[in-house]
C-alpha cells in the first residue's frame, strides 16, 4: 500500500506539480535517503514524456560533518560549475522538483555563523536563478517524503521504524495521494481556490489588520494592482503547475513599507538547521524594528540579518485555521506542511507574480511597485484559532476576511 | 568490528590512497549505498588537514531507469558545468577518491549501444581531466565497499547481508585493513615491490613472450626508456599516493605498435556493465585483428572498437598467481580486486609516466615514443597457473620473469 501510494505521490508531483510536458528535462534534489521516491519520481517523468531526468542527491549528514571540521572561510566560496549547473536549469527550459525532508534537529549544535555563511554565499551566487525560479520562468514544486530523522523528530517516543509509516500516511492524506485518484483530485481541488482568489483581487484591499490573543497586533497594506494567487499557477510558457504539493494558501506581497504592529508566531520555525519558537516581530513602515524569541533569539537575528530585504515582509499568506493539513494537528516543523497549516508571512523576496505585470518587471521597478527585493524568503506561521483579518478596501470599507481562525468570505 | 575497519579503511584511503595534505580539498565519488564509507571518508580527510570534501552522490538504480526510458540521443551530451567541474579538481589541485561499487549484474539486460555512447561522450568531453588524472597531476586513489548488488553476485546464494558482511571481510583483508596499524603494514608492503621495478628498469627488455595451456601465446615489444611501476607513485607535486587499493601489481607500458599473437582471457571483465567471459583477442603490430568471446561479444566489440586507440594495448601488468587476492579464490566481478588476482593488460591508453619524461611530452610525443593514446582504459586478465613470461634483452638474452604463474626473479 505504502509503496503503491509513494508512486501515486511522484506521479502527482510530476504530473500535477510540475506538469512535465512533452521531450522537457526534470532536475530532481534529492536527500539520498529518499532515493527510493526520487527514483519513482525519474521512472513518472520519463513515463510522462520527459526527455532526460537527473538527480541532485544531498546528504545532511555529510553537511553536518562539513559543518563541523571545515573553517569558516570555505563557506564563502561557491564554485563557478555550480552557479552555472543551476543557470542551466533555467536555460533549459527544465522543470524541478526538490524532495524536501530535512531532519529538523540534525544541524542545532553546528555553529550558526557557517551556516549563515554558506546560505548567504550560495543565495548571491544563484541569485539569477533564485530569481528566475521566484517569477517562475520554469516549473518547480517542494514535495515531502519521511526520513528517519525527521519522521521521530515529528512522532517522538515510538519506533523509527513506525515514526516513518506514520509520517508517511500524514504525508498521503495531506497530499491526496491515499485517494483513487490523485490528479483527478487536485484538478478538482484546485477549483476551491478560484472563489477565494476572484474576490480577493476584485476587492484589491488597501490593507489588512490582524489581531488575536497571542499579540499580533499589524496592519500590513497592499501594494496597488496586487495579485492573489492560490492553489495552481501559471509559468512563464502559460503551462500550469503547483510550486507546493501539497497546498492549502491563498498568498500574495504585502506592500513592503507599508507594515506597521507586532506579528507573534504561532508555530516553530525551523531556519538553517536552528529552532525558533515563541518568536515576535515588529514592524515599523515595513522594516523589521525589533524582535524577540523565547527559544532560538540568535538564529531569528541571523534570519532577519541574513540579507538585503530580508528585514521586510515578502509574501502575505491566508491558510484557514482548520485546514485539513491543520486539522490533522501535527506539527511537522517542516515549513511546507507547517505553513499550511497556518496563516503566514514571509521574510524576504516577493513573488514578482503577486502584481500586475510584475514578471516583466526590473528589480527597480518591483521595488517601486511595494514588493519586497531579497535572495532570503522565509515563511513564518502566525495564524491561531481566534485570529481576525479584516479587509479595508479603498473607500474605508471594513470587511471580514477571516473571523475565529477562518476564512468568513 | 566492521565499523572499527571501515573507518580504518576509510583512514587508509585518505592517508596512503591520496596522501591527502594540509589545507587540500578531497573530491569524493561515492554511489549513495555506500555512504557510510563516503562521510568515514570525509570524516579522515578533515582530521588529516583537508580543506574541504565534496561528494558526489551517483546512484546506479537510476542509471539503469535512464538507461531504459531515456532515447539513445540524450546519451550524446555532456553538460558543460559537468565538464568545468571535473576540470575544477585539477584546476584547484584536489585529491580525489572514487568508491567503486557496481553491481556487475544491473545494465545486463540495458542496450550496450546508450552506455557506449554515454560512455564515449563522457570520456570526450573530459579528456583534458582524463589526461591529467592519467598523468597524476592530482593524487586520487580507487577503494572499494560492498552493496548489496555487488556482494550477492561474488557470493550467490547466501543471504544478501550475509553476503555483504563476507564481501566486508574479504576487502578488509584484501586492503589490510584489518590489521592493527594498517597505514604502517601499506609503507612496509610498499618496499616489497622496489625490488621487482628495479630489476626491470634495469634490464630494460625489449619484449616479453607469453605462452599458457589456455592458448595465449604472444610477444609484446616495450617500448625505449620504458619504466615499471609498483606500490606508491609520485604525483605531479612529488608527493607519494597509490592510486589502488588494494594494489599487487607492478605495471608498464607496452609498445603499441609492437604485439603480435593472442591473449586469452582467465577471469570474466564486466564492460559497461556487460559480462564479457571465455575471450581472446589477436593482435598484429599492435592492433587488435580479431576477437571473439564466449559471452558477450557484442560488449567485447564495443569495447575493442570504443573509441580511438581501444584497440591498441596501453598496460602491461604483472602479479603473481598466488598474490595474496587470487590466493582467497574469489571472483570478484570487479576489476580493482580481479586485476590484483591475475596478470592483466588493458586496452586503450598507456599512463604518460611509464616512458622517460612521459610527464612532460604532448599527445604526439608519447606516440612517438611508443605508448597508445586513448580515452579508452580498460584492464582484462590473463594469469593463469602455468603461465610463463620470458623476458628478451637487446642482446637476445632469455630471462624467466614468471614460472608456474608466479615471479621467477
Not at 78 to 95: I, L, R, T, Y
Request: glycine share 6%; with cysteine; net charge negative.
Amino acid at each position: 500500500m505504502q509503496k503503491e501510494n509513494l508512486q501515486k505521490l511522484a506521479k502527482l508531483a510530476v504530473r500535477i506539480g510540475v506538469n512535465i510536458q512533452k521531450d522537457q528535462n526534470l532536475v530532481v534534489n534529492s536527500p539520498i535517503e529518499c532515493n527510493a521516491f526520487a527514483r519513482a519520481l525519474a521512472e513518472e517523468a520519463y513515463k510522462a514524456g520527459a526527455r532526460d531526468v537527473s538527480i541532485n542527491y544531498s546528504d545532511e549528514k555529510f553537511s553536518k560533518i562539513r559543518y563541523t571540521y571545515a573553517d569558516l572561510d570555505v563557506f564563502k566560496e561557491v564554485p563557478d560549475w555550480f552557479v552555472a549547473k543551476q543557470n542551466a536549469v533555467v536555460e533549459k527550459g527544465s522543470a524541478m522538483i526538490s524532495v524536501y525532508a530535512d531532519d529538523p534537529d540534525l544541524l542545532k549544535d553546528v555553529d550558526p555563523e557557517k551556516i549563515k555563511t554558506a546560505s548567504a554565499a550560495i543565495q548571491s551566487a544563484t541569485e539569477a536563478y533564485h530569481m528566475a525560479m521566484m517569477n517562475n520562468e520554469c516549473r518547480w514544486c517542494v514535495v515531502s517524503v519521511p526520513t528517519v530523522g525527521w519522521a521521530t523528530k515529528v512522532f517522538p517516543g515510538v519506533e523509527p521504524e513506525t515514526a516513518v509509516d506514520m509520517l508517511w500516511d500524514s504525508i498521503f492524506k495531506a497530499t491526496r495521494a491515499d485517494q483513487d485518484d490523485p490528479v483527478a483530485a487536485w484538478h478538482q481541488f484546485n477549483k476551491s481556490f478560484e472563489d477565494k482568489t476572484r474576490f480577493l483581487n476584485n476587492s484589491q484591499f488597501v490593507k489588512f489588520i490582524y489581531k488575536n490573543s497571542l499579540g499580533t497586533d499589524i496592519e500590513v497594506g497592499m501594494p496597488e494592482n496586487h495579485i492573489w494567487a492560490g492553489g495552481s499557477e501559471k509559468a512563464a510558457d502559460g503551462v500550469e503547475f503547483f510550486p507546493n504539493i501539497p497546498t492549502e494558501e491563498v498568498f500574495s506581497a504585502p506592500h513592503k513599507d507599508k507594515v506597521n504592529g507586532t506579528l507573534v508566531s504561532s508555530h516553530p520555525l525551523v531556519y538553517n538547521g536552528q529552532l525558533i519558537d515563541n518568536f515576535s516581530l515588529t514592524f515599523k513602515d515595513g522594516k523589521v524594528v525589533s524582535y524577540q524569541a523565547e527559544t532560538g533569539e540568535e538564529a531569528l537575528k541571523n534570519l532577519v540579518e541574513a540579507s538585503e530585504g530580508s528585514n521586510y515582509l515578502g509574501e502575505i499568506s491566508f491558510v484557514p485555521y482548520h485546514s485539513p493539513i491543520s486539522n490533522m494537528d501535527i506539527l511537522f516543523y517542516n515549513t511546507l506542511f507547517d505553513e499550511n497549516a497556518s496563516c503566514h508571512f514571509a521574510l524576504g523576496a516577493a513573488y514578482p507574480t503577486c502584481v500586475k505585470d510584475g514578471s516583466s518587471m526590473s528589480v527597480d521597478e518591483l521595488k517601486k511597485a511595494g514588493l519586497n527585493y531579497s535572495t532570503t524568503h522565509v515563511d513564518f506561521m502566525v495564524g491561531t484559532e481566534d485570529l481576525s483579518i479584516t479587509g479595508i478596501q479603498a473607500d474605508g470599507t471594513e470587511v471580514p476576511i477571516f473571523v475565529n481562525g477562518d476564512w468568513a468570505i
